[in-house]
């Protein structure tokens, strides 16, 4: 063995992101971290990756959130104890970067969100910093990134890029159309204040006679949903499948959103703070910013089809890795 790479695990779309380089780092010792957050250990379970499990998400407010974060670095001590580490890897995990720096460990961190005010720390603390090929200069410059890598495509490809579409899905799940499905704002995280729209949008298809469905993140979502008589998927529920058999999708986030646009289904935004990256997409026109539930018009689709934008990203991701940890 050449040495151990360590994956820190923060949320469930950094497991579907890292799962095809974890599978293809064959020759070093691999070690998994995981927070509990989200469906990011059931994931990891169901794909039969070993992992440890370390800490949960703060919850909301910074002050809780740097008491978890602390908990995290202390734990990675333990953990990391006589292992020889070559190389630290997160998609901002902000408690694997920052105990990587305290234990003198080099590390890579990967982003494609430039709203989030915790960039400041992860891009100034990291040796190097992997953005999307879109994420504009003046960002880098002002959360203090010096080594910069940049990959083409998004990131949601590095699980879709060879995704395959289940005719089964429309019954299994009883979908009647106009199929919506959406996704609420993460309303935990730093940069999110609120749903915004999100619900009022919702009520506002159901009553056009669409069949509405939404994934919900927490107990909170789930109160509101019961109140306004919105459907739920329960979990777990096979995600991009269903995203590709709706008709329309409302995201409050980023990774589902980002997921309907590549799966070809027509994609609604509520989310507040849209990044450079959505607003890409909407000028590709990709993607429409919603301020008004009465701007989205649902109709049954047409055509059924996956977009690529960059076939070769699983090895570009792999290449990355391997040239940090030679550098």
Known sequence: MRGVIWFDLANSPHVMFFKPVIYALKNFEILITARKFSET????????????PVGKHGGKGKVKKLIAMMER?????GILKGKRVILAASHNSYDQILASKLFGIKNITFMD?????????????????VVQEWFPDEALKRFGARNVKRYKGLKEEMYLVDFKPDPEIPKIFNIKRPFVLSRPPST?????????????????????GADVRVLTRNPEDEKIR????????????????????ADAFVGGGGTMTREA????????????????????????????????????KVKEKERFEVR?????IREEILNIILESIEG
């Open 41 to 52: 250990l059931d994931l990891l379970k169901n794909f039969g990756i070993e992992f440890i």
């Open 73 to 77: 670095v202390w734990k990675f001590r």
């Open 113 to 129: 969100y430039d709203k989030q005010f915790a960039n400041h720390l992860a891009f100034r603390l990291s040796d190097v910093v």
């Open 188 to 208: 935990s995280s730093l940069y999110q204040k609120g749903y915004g729209i999100f619900w009022e949008t919702l009520k506002y298809l159901k009553d056009k």
């Open 226 to 245: 019961i109140e306004m008589g919105i459907e739920s998927l329960k979990k777990p529920v096979p995600a991009p499948q269903l995203i590709f058999w």
């Open 261 to 296: 646009v590549i799966l070809g289904t027509p994609t609604y935004s509520v989310l507040p703070q849209p990044g450079y990256l959505d607003k890409k997409l909407a000028e590709m026109g990709l993607l429409k910013f919603v301020e008004d539930p009465r701007e989205i």
């Open 308 to 312: 690529t934008f960059n076939p070769r």
